[in-house]
């Protein structure tokens, strides 16, 4: 009895002692290695970039093996692209998949966006919060996504996907499957918690790159002329354009004003304001005089 009245203390001294002191488990990745990542480059303009092509799908992948830049936001793995020039209008489409371990917990990669131009200044910023959130259906997995377009010229010439110190901080709350079937039964939603995706700089993104006519298809006619080719368009240099030849129909000459006004009414149709202005842009460039002001008496009215 003497024996055990002096182990039941220590018992309980153990037991408090892990319950006020809980080890972390060891299958949550570590982060460490983003503090102690030497920083790749000086500043934007000398971030590694790699090329984009008009019709293409890649999945970017974050983590140790990715560089690293303490950007304004902090510091981040990041990727960074070349868009196109000779593409024309395109349609970016990003897809960040809510990841599970082992043991099920649930991780994000939360990206932001920078648009930089030639120069590597920032044209064009967007944060996690941007992207939307779309629970798990069918074989698609709970994910962010976003997209928008980008007319690729010396104004738009990089793209760079990265993550926050804000970002890292924050976490996504996911929908619970059972509720999510509740809603798809239209059926009162059980009294369950919904799960969280922690933010970590590991991931993956996948981007998608199409000729915004292919992605949105409303602007299929103006950008292949159905012939499954994109039409060729001002350079956003100079602003010229190639000259018809003898076998195309004038008509068809995509440097008549009509097809200008037909893509920016398309794009504001498609809800994207910041590409009709682009477009229009591009059309002034183009030698279209007056197609800004048209825009905004077409905005006017709206």
């Keep these: 009895m003497k024996r055990l009245s002096t182990l039941v203390p220590l018992a309980v001294l153990w037991l408090s002692g892990c319950a006020t002191a809980p080890t972390p488990p060891a299958d949550v990745p570590e982060t460490a290695w983003l503090e102690r990542a030497e920083d790749c480059c000086a500043g934007l303009a000398g971030l590694p970039v790699t090329p984009l092509s008009p019709r293409e799908t890649r999945t970017l992948s974050f983590g140790p093996e990715a560089p690293v830049h303490r950007f304004d936001s902090g510091a981040s793995p990041f990727r960074a692209l070349r868009l196109p020039r000779e593409a024309g209008p395109l349609r970016l489409e990003l897809t960040s998949p809510v990841q599970r371990d082992d043991a099920g917990h649930r991780s994000l990669f939360a990206p932001s966006l920078l648009i930089l131009d030639e120069g590597g200044r920032i044209r064009r910023r967007l944060d996690w919060q941007d992207f939307a959130y779309r629970p798990a259906q069918g074989l698609a997995g709970d994910r962010l996504t976003l997209s928008l377009g980008v007319t690729p010229s010396a104004e738009a010439d990089r793209l760079v996907v990265l993550t926050s110190e804000a970002a890292l901080a924050a976490e996504t709350r996911l929908l619970h499957p059972a509720r999510a079937l509740a809603r798809a039964r239209h059926l009162a939603e059980p009294a369950v918690s919904d799960p969280v995706a ?5 991931g993956e993104v996948t981007l998608r790159v199409r000729p915004l ?90």
């Excluded at 922690?198 to 590991?202: A, G, N, S, W």
Aim: aromatic share 2%; proline share 9%; net charge negative.
């Design 213 to 302: 006519g292919e992605t949105a298809g409303l602007l299929a006619p103006l950008v292949d002329g159905g012939t499954g080719e994109p039409m060729p368009v001002a350079s956003p240099v100079d602003g010229t354009m190639p000259e018809a030849t003898d076998a195309a129909p004038a008509e068809a000459s995509p440097t008549a004003p009509l097809d200008w006004r037909r893509t920016i009414r398309a794009a504001l149709a498609a809800g994207d304001l910041e590409l009709a202005m682009s477009l229009a842009e591009h059309a002034e460039r183009a030698g279209e005089t007056g197609t800004r002001r048209w825009l905004a008496e077409q905005l006017e009215a709206r």
């Design 198 to 202: 922690r933010h970590r700089p590991e």
